[in-house]
């Protein structure tokens, strides 16, 4: 009987306050309550997982949210890393102008946060995390993923080593509507910023057929740029549990491994722990059956691979020294400018 071939898991949630899929984001009067159902992560990890929590300053500023979290890395092994929601981490303004905010925004674009401020909020996110921890948060999620190219040197200076922002194979069509992460490599990598680096580790994404990136590339400037922002919606798969069947999940994986991947991401919101908190989980049994695919996906990949479950500081621990600095441009990475 052959090996099974070995591959490192890292599970991560992103752990903020509740409405975040109702196309609206809240400034001010926002709810943290979906923390407590955080609980729910024990069996699963029973099952090995040692999850990441990359958590928004809204839950960092909330006591009984803070309560939640020192218990799952106390007693589970999870690992406490910064979420930036730049639209309610304070400051909002730099000039004192939050009151012309309005308490909600419908669109949150990060290319519109002037750096200076976009370090303020990143500074105040890491002493609220440093205030829990009693030592600096090393791993980063930018908020809807929305990480730019500008920002890496941002995340260096505020002492970030690990990052989680990327996903490979997606494009927006404008900055506005997000970055551009089509040339990120699936495995991870570093990102060097002048005399810093930070360890990448991509969200899993493959290609239906490995072919695709490479044809997109290929097609005139036109008709690239509208495949690539498309290619998501129906050439490629990412390992996202709430989205995907059992089945959809098992097929990532194994293509994902077949092409050479090592190291697998998978992720989802702390709101879609809590029955009603989230409209594609509505109530208790939803919740209770996303949970269990997780598991069952969890039991498969034990049986079927030999799996390192790691959180996002040990992966960057134990990967770092061969992970490759890879060349490119786009948001995935960061270039100097040449003099």
Same mark, same amino acid.
């Given at each position: 009987?052959?090996?099974?071939?070995? $591959?490192?898991?890292? !599970?991560?949630?992103?752990v903020?306050?509740?409405?975040? +899929?109702?196309?609206?984001?809240?400034?001010?009067?926002?709810?943290?309550?979906?923390?407590?159902?955080?609980?729910?992560?024990?069996?699963?990890?029973?099952?090995?997982?040692?999850?990441?929590?990359f958590c928004?300053?809204?839950?960092?500023?909330d006591?009984?949210?803070?309560?939640t979290?020192?218990?799952?890395?106390?007693e589970?092994?999870?690992?406490?890393?910064?979420?930036?929601?730049?639209?309610?981490?304070?400051?909002?303004?730099?000039d004192?102008?939050?009151?012309s905010?309005?308490?909600?925004?419908?669109? !949150?674009?990060?290319?519109?946060?002037?750096?200076?401020? +976009?370090?303020?909020?990143?500074?105040?996110?890491?002493?609220?995390?440093?205030?829990?921890?009693?030592?600096?948060?090393?791993?980063?999620?930018?908020?809807?993923?929305d990480?730019?190219?500008?920002?890496?040197?941002?995340?260096?200076?505020?002492?970030?080593?690990?990052?989680?922002?990327?996903?490979?194979?997606?494009?927006?069509?404008?900055?506005r $509507?997000?970055?551009?992460? +089509?040339?990120?490599?699936?495995?991870?990598?570093?990102?060097?910023?002048?005399?810093?680096?930070? +360890?990448?580790?991509?969200?899993?994404?493959?290609?239906?057929?490995?072919? $695709?990136?490479?044809?997109?590339?290929?097609?005139?400037?036109?008709?690239?740029?509208?495949?690539?922002?498309?290619?998501?919606?129906?050439?490629?798969?990412?390992?996202?549990?709430?989205?995907?069947?059992?089945?959809?999940?098992?097929?990532?994986?194994?293509?994902?491994?077949?092409?050479?991947?090592?190291?697998?991401?998978?992720?989802?919101?702390?709101?879609?722990?809590?029955?009603?908190?989230?409209?594609?989980?509505?109530?208790?049994?939803? !919740?209770?059956?996303?949970?269990?695919?997780?598991?069952?996906?969890?039991?498969?990949?034990?049986?079927?691979?030999?799996?390192?479950?790691?959180?996002?500081?040990?992966?960057?621990?134990?990967?770092?020294?061969?992970?490759?600095?890879?060349?490119?441009?786009?948001?995935?990475?960061?270039?100097?400018?040449s003099?």
């Amino acid at each position: 009987m052959s090996p099974r071939q070995p $591959l490192y898991l890292v !599970v991560s949630l992103d752990v903020e306050e509740e409405g975040l +899929f109702g196309g609206q984001y809240a400034r001010r009067g926002f709810s943290t309550r979906n923390t407590s159902s955080l609980k729910d992560l024990v069996p699963l990890c029973g099952m090995g997982i040692r999850p990441t929590l990359f958590c928004a300053h809204s839950v960092l500023a909330d006591p009984a949210s803070r309560d939640t979290l020192i218990w799952l890395r106390d007693e589970h092994k999870a690992e406490i890393g910064a979420h930036l929601h730049h639209w309610n981490t304070p400051p909002l303004t730099l000039d004192g102008t939050d009151q012309s905010l309005s308490d909600t925004a419908a669109r !949150v674009p990060a290319v519109d946060v002037p750096d200076a401020l +976009f370090s303020a909020k990143l500074a105040s996110l890491m002493e609220a995390g440093k205030a829990l921890k009693g030592q600096p948060m090393t791993s980063f999620r930018m908020g809807r993923w929305d990480l730019h190219r500008n920002h890496w040197p941002l995340l260096a200076a505020a002492g970030i080593l690990c990052d989680a922002s990327v996903r490979p194979l997606h494009c927006a069509e404008s900055p506005r $509507l997000g970055p551009d992460h +089509f040339d990120a490599p699936g495995n991870p990598y570093w990102v060097t910023t002048g005399q810093n680096r930070i +360890f990448e580790v991509p969200l899993t994404v493959t290609p239906l057929l490995p072919q $695709l990136p490479g044809l997109i590339r290929s097609l005139p400037a036109s008709l690239a740029a509208r495949a690539r922002a498309s290619l998501k919606t129906w050439g490629a798969l990412a390992l996202l549990p709430v989205y995907h069947p059992l089945w959809a999940m098992r097929a990532v994986t194994k293509l994902y491994a077949a092409r050479g991947g090592r190291v697998l991401s998978l992720t989802w919101h702390s709101s879609e722990m809590m029955p009603g908190c989230t409209p594609h989980l509505p109530d208790a049994a939803a !919740v209770k059956k996303f949970t269990a695919k997780v598991g069952h996906w969890l039991d498969w990949l034990h049986r079927n691979y030999s799996v390192c479950c790691l959180t996002m500081d040990e992966l960057r621990r134990e990967l770092g020294s061969t992970a490759p600095t890879p060349e490119g441009r786009g948001d995935w990475t960061y270039a100097e400018a040449s003099p």
